[in-house]
């Protein structure tokens, strides 16, 4: 007989942690972005996805709102701002 | 690093967590062909908690001191089975883990010359048991045990030399690295893992919640520990320092006023002498001072 | 082939023929002629193996860990102080299950330090979740190795075996044993299968953190796994048997002349030797005695001991260790067992002997025996030296 031991990570879903999120979350403007992945390489959590110029953009379902993104981004390009509850969703 | 993340978001270290920015550069510079294995500590925590993981590589948890010793054991394992050549081994800690319980099974690992690399995670305290001071927490610091009070200004020691310790060894690689520089980390990660025979590199992550600072705040505190010559990024292939990352040194206050943790000695330059005595130190023994460009 | 050798030597022997691929070392007396003996093997590459000289016992549990999770069959061998200091890895082991061997020379536990053999540190980690069984003599050592892989790796089980064996009078004693030949040993324990293991190919995830709401079914799958280990053990010592010849029955107890005995001795390990020789001077003079030798110890036999003690009128039952403050840990295993029977021998007592190597003679199984009457003794150390007692300190 076997209880919980090993788990296979393409199972694990993660916790939502987007819930954590307090006033604050990124905006990714998309407009002088030069595909530097300063943002990309900063994130705790690796929510953040991109490719081209201008297409980087977060996963909300994970992001904590720590803003580590919008100061490391040379051009700007990312600014924090305020969240409603409902916006949260 | 691209949609098939080896660590995965959804795990639940605190906002702006240095250590998790840290662990996640290292496990994407290493690459698939890689087996971690993890000391107890907040990386563990936060990032495998039954059912879930955010690890896509093979990652084992034994216990708080051992990961030198069972990466030791998983390596003897690799070599026999012929697979060694394709498999990165990554042991790795926290400073606590390392510096203090976990001495001993790095030593021996260190010694005995396995090819795995040797990741320590320098937070500067035991974070995940409440911030409690390690042999790693730098002098002056406010810690849950080596706290502030009448008759005292915090941690009466300075860090144990890990980067020393483990330079004694006699190993090929060892490097000193920051959450702060990011490009720089990941190079430091790529060039160990290229070398075979032990490596140890020494990661400095800020942590908001036992540094007390701001969630967006952790690169900059973490580029001022180098600035200020308080965290020397240094690197040594086969004992001879080999770079060192050079600075214009900025005074320690600037440092120290930006964390909660060293809140107590901004009225106190007494403290502030001492601190800044071991940033000079440093600076002079790397050699850290960018030289003034001579006029032409 | 029969062989008259060192047992640490026949323990080596038995290793090298279940092919570990990852051996852990660190020395302490009476262990170390295993270790060396399987050092000399690799060094001569009689045994394909990465053999690591550690630097602590708490590491060399921790890289036959790493070895094991690896998908790598892998061995190490301890002793008291050694095995205290690994207790948190073995533990750990027999919670990530993870199969092992692994050899405990029994040995007593400082303080004060003592190199010689009682059985006090196997039997403190009896709590661990690994199988322990308890060699009478060094075939057994032999035999309980090769077994134990069998066991361990079982897909049923996945649990580490422990095989205990009495420090220096097996470890160093010199006697005959049969050493299998490779093919038959090839046949009885296949290569290691692993159900999970560290691949690349295959990333898995071992050792997470278990909250309140996850811990307790993982600590009772163990516990349900060492009762079906009850049935296990039986069934592959039966195979054994069948490939090898030497039958041990079910590998969980043995019974000499039990059947008619009036007065049974319990014991484990190298003791049952001698217990056995007294057993057969006293039924030469007409005596009904007998012995009921332990040899799993971990999971318990405790229907078998019933089974078998239920018409016994007097049991004693022979200890070489002590959980101070309470017990002697065999004895409360054999009381437990009858608790709430209907049929269940009038007199269990309990007997402490042999602590820190003092010698058991057949006089002490002689004197275990006339002690064994109607009066049930409660706890009594054989062959004590009250000469070497003081009431209080500095007379």
């Keep these: 007989m076997f209880g919980p031991l090993v788990v296979k990570p393409s199972k694990s879903k993660g916790d939502k942690t987007g819930a954590w999120r307090i006033k604050l979350k990124p905006k990714f403007l998309q407009k002088n972005c030069i595909a530097c992945k300063m943002c990309f390489s900063t994130c705790p959590e690796g929510c953040i996805q991109g490719k081209e110029k201008n297409t980087f953009n977060c996963d909300y379902s994970y992001c904590k709102g720590c803003g580590l993104c919008a100061l490391v981004c040379p051009k700007k390009d990312i600014v924090m701002e305020e969240e409603s509850e409902g916006e949260k969703k | ?296 | 082939m029969k062989e008259f050798l060192e047992g640490s030597r026949a323990i080596a022997e038995a290793v090298r023929l279940c092919k570990p691929g990852v051996i852990s070392a660190y020395p302490i007396t009476p262990q170390t002629h295993i270790v060396e003996e399987l050092a000399q093997m690799v060094a001569n590459g009689e045994l394909r193996s990465q053999f690591v000289n550690v630097e602590s016992e708490h590491s060399a549990a921790s890289v036959v860990l790493g070895g094991v999770a690896a998908g790598v069959r892998s061995f190490t061998a301890t002793s008291s102080q050694g095995l205290l200091y690994m207790a948190e890895v073995i533990f750990n082991i027999a919670g990530l299950r993870l199969p092992l061997v692994l050899a405990c020379a029994n040995r007593a536990v400082s303080a004060p330090i003592n190199i010689w053999n009682d059985q006090q540190d196997s039997v403190s980690l009896r709590d661990a979740g690994w199988i322990q069984l308890y060699a009478e003599n060094n075939q057994e050592v032999v035999d309980f190795h090769i077994m134990g892989y069998r066991i361990s790796e079982d897909k049923s089980m996945m649990l580490p075996v422990m095989v205990c064996l009495d420090g220096f009078i097996l470890t160093h004693g010199m006697e005959s044993v049969d050493i299998p030949e490779q093919e038959k040993v090839d046949k009885f324990l296949p290569p290691y299968n692993p159900l999970y293991k560290l691949d690349t190919a295959e990333p898995l995830t071992m050792g997470l953190l278990a909250d309140p709401d996850y811990y307790m079914e993982t600590r009772y799958a163990l516990q349900e796994t060492l009762k079906d280990a009850l049935k296990l053990i039986p069934k592959v010592s039966q195979e054994f048997r069948g490939v090898f010849g030497r039958d041990y029955k079910d590998c969980l107890i043995e019974e000499y002349y039990i059947k008619d005995a009036q007065k049974v001795i319990v014991a484990m390990g190298s003791v049952c030797g001698t217990i056995k020789e007294v057993v057969d001077e006293l039924r030469a003079k007409g005596k009904k005695v007998g012995l009921l030798k332990i040899i799993s110890y971990r999971p318990f036999p405790y229907a078998r001991v019933c089974e078998a003690l239920k018409d016994v009128p007097q049991v004693a039952v022979l200890d070489k260790a002590v959980s101070l403050g309470a017990y002697a840990p065999l004895a409360v295993e054999i009381k437990a067992a009858f608790f709430g029977k209907k049929k269940s021998p009038k007199v269990i007592s309990s007997f402490v002997a042999g602590l820190g190597g003092r010698d058991i003679t057949p006089e002490s199984v002689r004197e275990i025996f006339r002690k064994l009457n109607q009066r049930e003794i409660n706890l009594e150390f054989i062959d004590l030296k009250p000469e070497l007692l003081q009431e209080e300190y500095g007379q």
Aim: with cysteine; net charge neutral.
């Design chain 2, 1 to 296: 690093m691209d949609n098939s993340p080896l660590f995965k978001a959804g795990h639940t270290a605190c906002a702006g967590c240095g250590q998790a920015i840290a662990a996640r550069l290292v496990i994407e510079t290493a690459g698939p062909n890689t087996i971690i294995v993890n000391n107890t500590g907040c990386l563990e925590v936060f990032s495998t908690r039954y059912p879930e993981s955010a690890w896509n590589v093979p990652w084992i948890h034994s216990l708080f001191e051992n990961a030198a010793a069972v990466a030791s054991g998983v390596e003897a394992a690799l070599i026999y089975l012929g697979k060694k050549e394709n498999t990165n081994v990554i042991a790795q800690a926290g400073d606590g883990g390392t510096a203090d319980i976990g001495l001993q099974a790095l030593s021996g690992m260190l010694e005995r010359g396995h090819d795995i690399l040797y990741v320590c995670y320098d937070n500067e305290a035991y974070m995940n048991t409440g911030v409690q001071r390690s042999g790693l927490t730098p002098f002056n610091t406010n810690t849950s045990t080596s706290p502030i009070g009448a008759k005292s200004t915090g941690n009466i020691r300075p860090k144990k030399p890990m980067p020393e310790i483990a330079l004694a060894h006699g190993i090929p690689y060892v490097a000193v690295a920051s959450a702060g520089f990011i490009p720089d980390l990941q190079r430091k990660v790529k060039k160990a893992l290229s070398i075979k025979g032990p490596k140890y590199i020494q990661i400095h992550v800020p942590c908001p919640l036992g540094w007390r600072h701001e969630t967006d705040m952790t690169l900059e505190v973490a580029r001022l520990a180098v600035e200020t010559g308080l965290y020397p990024l240094i690197e040594y292939e086969n004992g001879t320092l080999v770079s060192r990352r050079q600075i214009a040194p900025k005074p320690v206050e600037e440092y120290l006023k930006v964390q909660g943790r060293f809140k107590h000695l901004l009225n106190n330059p007494a403290e502030i002498k001492q601190i800044q005595e071991i940033a000079d130190n440093n600076i002079r023994k790397y050699n850290l001072k960018v030289e003034n460009q001579a006029s032409s």
